[in-house]
């Protein structure tokens, strides 16, 4: 028998907060400030109410179907067919968010970083990179997350200090001025990135108790709504509106 993964709640808060955050600092912002302008940064609220009812709705699984993940404990719940298909629906789910981030790194890459070179060959470098680490177990992913993502936390938190002499508090006065419906909007947009948690239900069974689970889900999702808001005021206090609802 296999040994089973364990992964601590410190690696699996930081794998939701690079899930959280990683994807939604290259394509999100864009559309929010599109939708709400200037209050986009309050298109976080329902999101973190939703994602705070699916950490327990996961420990909630964790406390009663320990050592199992979210893909074995459908299969208890629904059957060998009613199983089968629910995790169809979630494989698409992920398949979607995949190519989705793939997506956008390399459209980003291709604009910012690397302009000459084709679009077909930085997919395929992220494929071939995605492949690899595919290879190992969950415990090597957290480890490398747990060296990088500590880094790329704390260089955003210093970026309100390395930009303030770029920072005009006019483009965000008067607050709350967007009409109500492109709030909501925003709002919706965001609840359903949020839905990208539901990929760490396939960390449930490397987690030691039920407690961890939801701790640690709980710190994630504080630690990538933290990133997601500093970056989002950050870039409407520095650029504006227009040049971030245009961009990507």
Known sequence: MQPKEIISHRQLAWIVGSLLSGGGIVSLHSELIRLSGMDAWFCNTLAVVYSFVISFFFGYLSEHYPGKNLFEIVFDIAGKWGGGI??????????????????????????????????????????????????????????????????????????????????????????????????MAGNALTVGWYGELFVTGAFLHAVMNSRQTKAALRHGIVIGTVLLTVFLVLEVLVLGTKFPATSL
């Not at 629906?89 to 997506?103: A, C, K, S």
């Open 86 to 183: 629910l995790n169809l629906f979630f494989l698409v789910h992920l398949w979607l968010i995949l190519v989705r981030d793939v997506r956008g790194y390399a459209k980003y890459l291709g604009t910012v970083l690397l302009p000459n070179t084709p679009e077909e060959v930085l997919v395929l470098v992220m494929g071939v990179l995605l492949i690899y680490f595919g290879n190992f177990n969950v415990e090597v992913i957290s480890r490398t997350n747990e060296v990088f993502f500590p880094i790329f936390f704390i260089m955003v938190v210093l970026m309100p200090i390395m930009l303030w002499n770029e920072i005009d508090f006019r483009h965000v006065e008067p607050l709350l001025v967007s009409p109500l419906p492109n709030i």
